[in-house]
């Protein structure tokens, strides 16, 4: 299993601003996901961060609006640039284990005025 | 289209019955079938994984069922309690833990004492 700590845990941003979301795993990894939930929808796959690569992008998500930080094997970053109110959602990361198990951090809730 | 379809009702169930979620898709040939549990405010955490020659897996009073020719899991709380309250999401693994999984949209359980 992985520990894998997500913050900020919550955040409320004005609309056009740009928000980091930053993901420690407690131990090294090559894959680290970024889904986004929208309430009372189910997890979207916004990217999958390799070290050393550019992020691979889902369909309907692109890297000005996602921007993503892979430095090292243990830590990513997810920017929501220039966000509007249809961003507010629960962003969280992940990482596979064994057999493609998923586990997540506690996400980070945010909100867009 | 690709489609996973889970309850979007809400179960509610007494306490010390049996809970039984359902999981159908289409359009999907998954090697291995998982599904999670999600408290508010926290991430997905993984209960139980089935692969596609497996027609039943249990854990303590988690008993998952896949059946490939239905396209279709059945996830079964037995005795269940209220602390069993929670979302409960499938997720589809279609390549054997090479790539992502892809969820359902939960189905939101509440056992009343």
């Known amino acids: 299993s992985a520990v894998i700590s997500q913050k900020p845990s919550r955040d409320i941003c004005q609309r056009g601003t740009s928000l980091t979301i930053q993901c420690q795993v407690d131990?090294?990894?090559?894959?680290m996901f970024w889904y986004r939930q929208q309430p009372g929808q189910s997890l979207t796959l916004i990217a999958t961060a390799n070290q050393g690569s550019e992020a691979t992008y889902e369909s309907g998500f692109v890297i000005d609006k996602f921007p993503i930080s892979r430095p090292n094997l243990t830590f990513s970053t997810l920017t929501v640039s220039n966000m509007s109110p249809e961003d507010s959602s629960i962003y969280l990361c992940?990482?596979?284990?064994?057999?493609?198990?998923?586990?997540f951090g506690a996400g980070t809730r945010l909100s867009v005025l | 289209s690709q489609k996973i379809e889970q309850n979007s009702e809400a179960l509610n169930i007494q306490e010390g019955k049996t809970a039984t979620l359902t999981c159908n898709y289409t359009?999907?040939?998954?090697?291995?079938l998982q599904w999670y549990r999600q408290d508010p405010g926290r991430g997905p955490v993984f209960l139980l994984l089935i692969r596609e020659n497996e027609k039943e897996k249990r854990k303590e009073r988690l008993k998952v069922t896949f059946d490939t020719t239905l396209k279709q899991s059945l996830f079964h709380i037995t005795a269940s309690q209220p602390a069993d309250s929670a979302t409960y999401l499938c997720?589809?693994?279609?390549?054997?833990?090479?790539?992502?999984?892809?969820f359902g949209t939960g189905t939101k359980l509440q056992v009343i004492p």
């Open positions: 131990s090294q990894v090559t894959m």
């Open positions: 997720a589809l693994d279609i390549t054997g833990g090479y790539q992502k999984v892809t």
């Open positions: 359009n999907y040939s998954p090697a291995y």
């Open positions: 992940s990482v596979k284990g064994e057999e493609n198990i998923q586990y």
